[in-house]
């Protein structure tokens, strides 16, 4: 009888179990439906502008990339993408009140970005721009590198760079090279020049800084590096933890197949191509890294703060609550971003000397 009721009593719980579990599965779908995604989230924190901006910019997140072997589907999605970016370059450089012109340094194309009014002629800044390493061209870009020019009052040679899967991480990074020699044959020296990149052109900043050290070329006086993809393996806690929050895109449609597309499996852990993993220890330019706490490239980020500052480097992380990725050129007229270009230039002015 004991038996009979143990039975019943668990028939009666795992019923009421079920209906309760029902209810809240209900209940989370119908609040799921009116529940905005993480990505559009903008808290009350940040300047009310980008609210607007993160809402609109989200709606894009989905990307669909060329299969890796579709190499005339890579020039075509390419191209369209640097003639979308080129159509606006001239505008952008007028609102910045820089000119530009497009020639070749070391055999690399390059577009060499100069502010209205100089603050000096005898340094300068070399940009790499962003893109996943597979979009953009260094026109296109303009609003990057027009905005470092205008900012610290220096001219800015905007590198080119072949894009993936064209070029591996090996070549891209020896093309960095190549811009550095030719400068230096100018008669530039190593520490009148800073070195600058955002996301995956903050990778390339930083995996090519550690190449030239590697090859006894000395390195620039230092860096600075907005959102830098520094680790192009799938580590890291917020490629998780703030993948559904990121506004520019996922890990599946873009970071993915683009990392893929820059550098094997098997070489995605190397120092010139992830810098996250390098050896800090054999020396290494002061470097500001720049970032926002909405981006899934975070946790690189704080990596590559910590391998530098562990290696007894000057390094300083400034982080900013609520923004995206590379958000000093999105909304440059916001005060995130003019407290962010305050600082890249005090850091620019203290290590190349301009005080």
């Known amino acids: 009888m004991q038996q009979t009721a143990s039975i019943k009593s668990l028939r009666k719980f795992s019923s009421a179990a079920l209906i309760a579990a029902s209810s809240l599965a209900f209940a989370i779908s119908a609040f799921g439906e009116d529940v905005t995604p993480l990505w559009a989230y903008a808290p009350d924190t940040i300047s009310p502008e980008w609210g607007e901006f993160i809402a609109e910019k989200g709606k894009h997140r989905e990307h669909a990339l060329p299969a890796l072997d579709d190499i005339e589907g890579w ?25 530009y012109t497009e020639t070749r340094l070391g055999g690399v194309p390059i577009v060499e970005v100069t502010p209205g009014a100089p603050r000096r002629t005898d340094r300068i800044v070399v940009y790499t ?20 020019a205008a900012a610290t009052g220096l001219k800015v040679y905007s590198i080119d760079y072949t894009l993936a899967p064209h070029s591996k991480w090996d070549n891209t ?74 506004v520019f895109y996922t890990y599946e449609s873009v970071l993915g197949p683009a990392s893929l597309a820059y550098a094997d499996p098997g070489d995605h852990r190397h120092p010139y191509a992830s810098p996250v993993y390098g050896d800090f220890s054999k020396g290494y ?12 490239l975070l946790s690189g980020m704080i990596r590559l703060y910590q391998a530098l500052d562990q ?45």
Request: charged content about 20%; proline content about 5%.
């Open 311 to 355: 290696a007894g480097q000057t390094v300083k992380l400034d982080l900013y609550e609520g923004m995206p990725h590379v958000f000093p050129p999105l909304l440059p007229k916001s005060k995130e971003s003019r407290a962010a270009m305050k600082k890249v230039n005090a850091w620019v002015t203290e290590h190349l000397g301009l005080d």
């Open 75 to 99: 020039k075509k999605f390419q191209a369209a993408a640097a003639e979308r970016g080129e159509a606006q370059a001239d505008a952008i450089a007028r609102a910045f009140n820089v000119s």
């Open 285 to 296: 330019p002061p470097t500001l890294i720049q970032g926002g706490t909405k981006e899934i």
């Open 173 to 246: 990074t020896g093309e960095v090279v190549s811009v550095f020699k030719a400068l230096l044959e100018k008669g530039y020296e190593m520490d009148q020049i800073v070195l600058c990149g955002d996301s995956a052109g903050g990778g390339l900043a930083a995996g090519s800084t550690l190449k030239m050290r590697d090859l006894g070329m000395g390195m620039p006086a230092a860096l600075v590096l907005w959102s830098p993809w520094a680790d192009v393996s799938r580590r890291g806690d917020t490629l998780v933890t703030l993948a559904d929050a990121e």
């Open 129 to 148: 721009h962003g893109g996943g390493y597979v979009l953009f061209s260094a026109r296109s870009a303009m609003h990057t590198s027009a905005l470092m």
